[in-house]
């Protein structure tokens, strides 16, 4: 395996969760800990990013926490969350309630801040009754691109939500997925509920 230095400390990369042009994503391990890291490309990037995890924190919306930051290598240590993420469980079976509660929670900090996240259900993980974004994105508010005309769609098994979780490479039985207007009722149901 190979091994990322921070702030003089050797962790083990275990997995590369990500990898694009802004950075590379890794579980990692020190001394018997799991770690989540990303190192960024430059330090404009890594910047940004401390920016955006500061910013999402005032907001409200709950993040991984910080560890460590190194500006030498641009690299950033989080707490590493464990269990699936939404997707990886809405793969498997139906959402329980609760989940959904917790992402209107999260949902009523963008909408009072203005501002948008990526709803999309691998952004998130539950762990005890933390519902964590693992994202840094955020957009200013959108009516077109909220939790209730766009993200609860990928949070159940419409056409949209199936499709998203077959292109993630996940396997899911075709027979769960609700009809257009099923998928409908279930949203305004759960927009009435949760809000």
Known sequence: MENIIIKRKRYQIEDVLAKDDIHESYKASLN???????????????????????????????????LKKDKDVFAIVYQYINGET????????????????????MYRFARFSKFEINYLPENFKLEGKNLYYLSLE????????????????????????????????FEVDKKRILSKGDANKKIVLLSIMKW
């Not at 890291?37 to 430059?42: E, F, L, P």
């Not at 959108?142 to 769609?153: Q, V």
């Open 32 to 66: 018997g800990k799991t770690y989540f890291i990303r190192k960024y490309i430059n330090k404009d990037e890594y910047i940004a990013s401390l920016g955006q995890s500061k910013s999402l924190k005032k907001l409200g919306i709950t993040i991984p926490k910080i």
């Open 86 to 105: 939404i997707a990886e469980h809405l793969a498997k079976e139906d959402l329980p309630d609760e989940y959904f509660t917790y992402i209107y929670n």
């Open 138 to 169: 955020k957009t200013e508010q959108n009516p077109e691109k909220n939790l209730e005309n766009y993200g609860l769609n990928y949070w159940i098994i419409s056409k949209e939500g199936y499709d998203h979780l077959k292109q993630l490479g």
